[in-house]
């Protein structure tokens, strides 16, 4: 794991800039009424004109569609700026509006395929604050008398990932607040050379629950570091995936990711790694803060019996305070044969008291499974997994032969309950 730390290329920081550029200059007005998309639009795509350079965002509520970002730009929100997403679906992209894009209207997660920020195949971009983006969940996720939808299902429409960057290279998000995401806060697919560094993501979990409303998801993701972050989100925190199959470069594995020295805290996952089909491996989740969550850590095949499910391995979790109601889960649940392996957990502290399960399936069961000084005092139950215990607290709970043909039947027979 110590050689993760050189695959970490340097990323550009800082953009040149031949004087700056106001999105005033284009007549944004910042007033919170006034549709300013196309003045923003204007003023980054200035930029990119004049060869790459800072776009400010000055204090104001600028009430937006869909922007897109530029190669060699930055688009920096100073204090006090808040670029808010329109409650105007039509105000948004359509699913339509590249080829990496999807929707998933009538099944699945319910969204139009529009986003808040775009970045497509763009390189040496960074999107900076101390300003704030604000997705306006209030728009789409409650009702015409401000009552939460009962399902997703009933939404009639909402946006896709707030902040979406595919196959682009050399990004950097700092300092900034992503606030109030409909859907995923943050998606990061099929990126190189990827920085988020004192960032604050939240999504609404206390007045009412954001369906979906993940932080910061990395997939296909190589050569990335998140680190000083705030993520507090309803569902997923921090996600590494391997998913995705309408990349027009080619699908990079997941890999050589860094996480640290940040807090999470969830009602799902603060940490989840899985889904898709490609391979997950090489990451190094350390000195974090996990509090006020459901699972901490959760290492998952499928959820789809559409997807296989990816390999996964070489990740490490290290120096981290955990207080939770569950500690963990490694499971393929409807992943029929995807390899999980070589996991380590080092040096975890806290409280988690409910039940852990590392459940495989006999055709593919984990391997070396390594819980090493774990002081978290919980059980663990495991099937098909060869787990090693080095110190700690975290013990094994030894099953009856009743309880484990019963906890097999469940696996093999893809059932959902005790998962």
Partial sequence: MKRLLSYIVPLLLTLSCAGGISVKDFGARGDGATLDTEAVQAAIDRAAEKGGGVVSVPAGTYLCGSIWLRSNVELHLEEG?????????????????????????????????????????????KLSGPGKIDGNSDAFLLDEEGRRYAKKSLIPARPGQMVWFVDSRNIVMKDIELADSPYWSCFILNCNNVTVDGCY????????????????????STNVKITGCRVDTSDDSITLRASCARLLENPQDCARVIVENCELSSSCNAIRVGVGEGHIHDAVLSNLTISDTN?????????????????????????????????????????????????????????????CRLWAREAAPFGNIVFRNVDVPAEFERINADVVVEGGLLTEKVLSPEELELRRSYIEEEKKLLY
């Avoid at 206390?206 to 296909?220: E, M, P, S």
């Avoid at 963990?328 to 044969?337: K, T, V």
């Fill in 81 to 125: 700026a808040v670029i808010k997403g329109s409650p105007d679906i039509n105000d948004y992209c359509g699913a339509d509006c590249c080829p990496q894009n999807e929707a998933e209207i009538g099944f699945g997660d319910y969204i139009s395929g529009g986003h808040l920020i775009l970045g497509v195949g763009v390189e040496n971009v």
């Fill in 201 to 220: 993501v939240h999504t609404r979990r206390k007045d009412y629950h954001t369906f979906n409303g993940d932080g910061i998801d990395i997939d296909r």
């Fill in 295 to 355: 699972i901490a850590f959760s290492v998952v095949g499928a959820y789809s019996k559409d997807e296989c499910g990816p390999d996964i391995d070489n990740i490490l979790f290290k120096d981290i305070q955990v207080e939770a109601h569950e500690l963990l889960r490694i499971h393929h649940m409807r992943s029929a044969s995807c390899n999980i392996r070589d996991i380590t957990f080092e040096n975890i502290s806290g409280t988690a008291p409910n039940l």
